[in-house]
């Protein structure tokens, strides 16, 4: 079973500020990792993902990720928040190896403040 | 090339009527995904469709829920008879082959049962 729990449901930060949103899995199979975005009143569009390459992932817009797997983690940063960032942001595990529909987690919005 | 498309944005109904919302995904994609969340929580899965197969059905929540994807093109959700618990933001997605890519999802409908 594969589960995401995505800690905060709610990030305030202050433009320019590091933005750093969590996001903790639990697999029992080596897992493929999603982070998706969503903007008002638009679909899910995907970020970034890790799929057993390289741990450190880039993805659009500034966005990165780092997977580890000692801490069961795939936080996403940004260096410096942009107004235009403010959006619902929710990671994803899948399990490499077997059922491959994603479990996401409850989300969590980040609020950028001026 | 377009997007994911779904229609209706939003829906109203009263308990008892019966909705049915339409998912018309990317031009070739074989893959189409159906995923509800209920305010503040999880995007679940409903069910996942191969072309005109129902692949994957295991997230329906009862048989008040019938989807159906007529020739392998767009989808339908119908609701029947709608309960206040039905209530949510009604996603679809699709993909062409591999789910690793991840997948494109639509904007969403916004269903709101009273």
């Known amino acids: 079973a594969q589960s995401v729990t995505q800690l905060g449901s709610h990030v305030s930060v202050s433009e320019g500020a590091l933005v750093l949103l969590r996001c903790n899995y639990s697999?029992?199979?080596?897992?493929?990792l999603f982070w998706y975005v969503q903007y008002p009143n638009q679909g899910l569009q995907l970020l970034l993902k890790?799929?057993?390459?390289?741990?450190l992932v880039k993805g659009i817009n500034g966005f990165e990720a780092e997977f580890k797997k000692s801490e069961t983690s795939f936080h996403l940063t940004k260096p410096s928040a942009h107004m235009s960032d403010a959006a619902e942001y929710f990671c994803a595990v899948s399990e490499s190896g077997g059922s491959y529909i994603p479990t996401f987690g409850r989300g969590t919005s980040l609020i950028v403040h001026p | 090339e377009a997007g994911v498309t779904q229609f209706p944005s939003h829906s109203v109904i009263e308990k008892g009527q019966t909705v049915t919302l339409r998912c018309d995904p990317i031009s070739g994609h074989d893959n189409l995904y159906w995923y509800r969340r209920v305010m503040g929580k999880e995007i679940k899965f409903l069910l996942h469709?191969?072309?005109?197969?129902?692949q994957d059905e295991s997230g329906m929540p009862n048989n008040r829920f019938l989807a159906e994807r007529t020739g392998g093109t767009y989808s339908t959700l119908k609701v029947q008879p709608a309960e206040l618990e039905d209530s949510g933001v009604y996603f679809c997605?699709?993909?062409?082959?591999?789910w690793g890519l991840g997948y494109t999802f639509g904007s969403g409908t916004r269903l709101t049962v009273v």
């Open positions: 890790y799929t057993s390459a390289a741990t």
């Open positions: 697999s029992s199979v080596p897992p493929y």
């Open positions: 469709f191969v072309k005109e197969s129902k």
């Open positions: 997605a699709s993909s062409q082959g591999s």
